[in-house]
């Protein structure tokens, strides 16, 4: 008797199970456009806006956030992230028409040097930054007087243009910093590495 109970409850559950299965198989078969129940919308379709597509949130006027650092249109420096730009810019390019060389720029620039630069570059400009990872092993001095560089001088002869431009593209294992500080302050960056660092 008992063992005719729990047979009648084992047959019971597998044409249950058969049923359930048989019902997901029916309803996946359907129509495969439709993306069936969503029960959090905003992760299958995110609310922010795409690169190159239309919005429609209301009062949003395609300006950017105050702060946004904006890449590729560049004020102060139109050159490409090329060798050949690169050298030019050490020719073509300095401070920009109303840069002011004093000392509020050359604290603005420490600080920054110090938050962004000082990590791989050092607090001196040394090389002897806190990164020791070996493909950071050899950061050059920015008083060193090796004859290296992309220029064909040594680092204490980087003019103006070459440090932005290196700041901007970045340059072998330095990544470019271009959308992580404006444009003034590089220059400001600049401006210290030239007053301070090079004159070691």
């Not at 019902?23 to 806006?49: A, Q």
């Amino acid at each position: 008797m008992k063992l005719t109970i729990k047979s009648k409850k084992v047959n019971k559950l597998i044409i249950n199970i058969f049923l359930i299965i048989l019902f997901c198989l029916t309803i996946s078969c359907d129509d495969n456009n439709n993306p069936g129940f969503e029960y959090m919308p905003d992760m299958y379709r995110s609310p922010s806006i795409g690169v190159y597509t239309e919005n429609k949130i209301d009062g949003y006027n395609s300006t950017p956030v105050q702060g946004t650092v904006s890449r590729g249109n560049l004020s102060t420096f139109n050159y490409n992230s090329s060798n050949e730009d690169y050298l030019r810019a050490g020719e073509e390019s300095s401070y920009p028409k109303g840069f002011v060389n004093d000392e509020k720029n050359l604290n603005e620039g420490k600080n920054l040097y110090l938050m962004m630069c000082s990590h791989c570059h050092g607090a001196n400009g040394d090389g002897k930054g806190s990164v020791n990872h070996p493909v950071y092993s050899a950061i050059p001095s920015y008083a060193d007087s090796v004859m290296i560089r992309r220029t064909g001088g040594p680092m204490r002869e980087l003019k103006e243009g070459h440090l932005f431009h290196a700041i901007t593209y970045g340059l072998n294992a330095m990544g470019p910093h271009a959308y992580q500080t404006s444009e003034e302050e590089r220059w400001k960056i600049v401006y210290y590495i030239r007053e301070k660092l090079q004159k070691n």
